[in-house]
Every structure is written in C-alpha cells, then in structure tokens.
T-cell receptor, first 114, second 109 residues
Framework: NAGVTQTPKFRILKIGQSMTLQCTQDMNHNYMYWYRQDPGMGLKLIYYSVGAGITDKGEVPNGYNVSRSTTEDFPLRLELAAPSQTSVYFC?????????????FGDGTRLSIL | DAKTTQPPSMDCAEGRAANLPCNHSTISGNEYVYWYRQIHSQGPQYIIHGLKNNETNEMASLIITEDRKSSTLILPHATLRDTAVYYCIVRSNDYKLSFGAGTTVTVRA
C-alpha cells in the first residue's frame, strides 16, 4: 500500500544547478499538491494540480515549475537552484479538492542548496 | 481559512488518554476541522476531520463544541510512538492546508 511516494529522499545541490523532485501516487487521486516546509515553520503550497494537464500556482511558486502528464505523477522542477530553496518538500494527493477530502502526504525530499 | 490556536506543547503519560485542545473562534459554517500530525522527519499524517458532529476512527476521536468555536482531539491510549507535532487546521473549499505551529506532544514512559 504505497500511497504517495517521493524520490529522492535527500539531495544536495550547488547554486545554479537544476533538478526534478519526483512524486507518484497509486490511489488514483485527481488532485496533487507540492508544499515546502522550512525549519520550524508550517507548510506552504507551491503548486497544485486538479487533474492531468492542469496545474496552478500556490502561495510560493517562484523558482519552480510543474507538469502533470498522467494522473499518477506530479514532478516538481527547480531550474536554477538558490540557497533560499533549501527546504523539505512534500507532495500530497486527494481524491478531489473539496474541504471534506483529506490530503495524504509523502515522506518528503530534504533538499540543501550550497 | 479561520485561524486556530493551540498550546505550544504538552506532556502525556504512556497508556493514558491525551486530550489536545484547539480554539477556532472565527470558524465559518462550511469549514471543516482537521487534525494532522508530523512525527520527526516524516510527512504530515492525516488523523481525523469533522464538520459539526463528533467523529471517531481507529486513531483518535474528535470532539467539536456545539458552537464549533473549539475542538479537542483525543488519543485514547497514548504510546511513545504518538510523540509528534499535532496540527489543528480549519479548512474551507480551498486547495491549501494552512499549517500553524501546532502542539508538540511528548509521551513519557
């Protein structure tokens, strides 16, 4: 029963490098989300998707890009890594976006930009 | 989404019930009360949610006052593995979950 799977679990990048954080869910959920969590802080929404081919910005989208070509996958791309993007990134999914539908989270990717 | 107020920390004895309070005095009629927890180095884990009625599942019980301005999460028999940060979230039909500082719960043997 995998749920939401994120890879890699840890990564160190140099300033200016690019990378893609992978997220896959096996629950056939339509909605998927990317959050970041800075040390000692709550989660902030980066991007979300309501279905394959449809994405939209959250609270803190600058410096990131997403795509949603399939229901299962929702990768997050950092094009030019900056120290301010050092954070823990969580992917989540839910059947739909209604208030009575809980979001289920992966275990996160811990990213350090040096 | 309505703001929530939780105590910053609380201790609980192993095997006893843990009662976690949450105030949400500005909650609107269509907003749900959610509880998540985050164990160190893991992703947020959904616990339970409710609108008006009390709810119970295999993990916990949620008691919502009649005026809906506060709620209590009850972990019936706390174990050491329940040590975590617990978040009370009020959510409307919005895509984001707004996590505050939460309550750090430490279960002691």
């Amino acid at each position: 029963n995998a749920g939401v799977t994120q890879t890699p679990k840890f990564r160190i990048l140099k300033i200016g490098q690019s990378m893609t954080l992978q997220c896959t869910q096996d629950m056939n959920h339509n909605y998927m989300y990317w959050y970041r969590q800075d040390p000692g802080m709550g989660l902030k929404l980066i991007y979300y998707s309501v279905g394959a081919g449809i994405t939209d910005k959250g609270e803190v989208p600058n410096g990131y890009n997403v795509s949603r070509s399939t229901t299962e996958d929702f990768p997050l791309r950092l094009e030019l890594a900056a120290p301010s993007q050092t954070s823990v990134y969580f992917c989540a999914s839910s059947p739909i976006g209604a208030a009575n539908q809980p979001q289920h989270f992966g275990d996160g990717t811990r990213l350090s930009i040096l | 989404d309505a703001k929530t107020t939780q105590p910053p920390s609380m201790d609980c004895a192993e095997g006893r019930a843990a009662n976690l309070p949450c105030n949400h005095s500005t909650i609107s009629g269509n907003e749900y009360v959610y509880w998540y927890r985050q164990i160190h180095s893991q992703g947020p884990q959904y616990i339970i949610h409710g609108l008006k009625n009390n709810e119970t599942n295999e993990m916990a019980s949620l008691i919502i006052t009649e005026d809906r301005k506060s709620s209590t999460l009850i972990l019936p028999h706390a174990t050491l593995r329940d040590t975590a940060v617990y978040y009370c979230i009020v959510r409307s039909n919005d895509y984001k979950l707004s996590f505050g500082a939460g309550t750090t719960v430490t279960v002691r043997a």
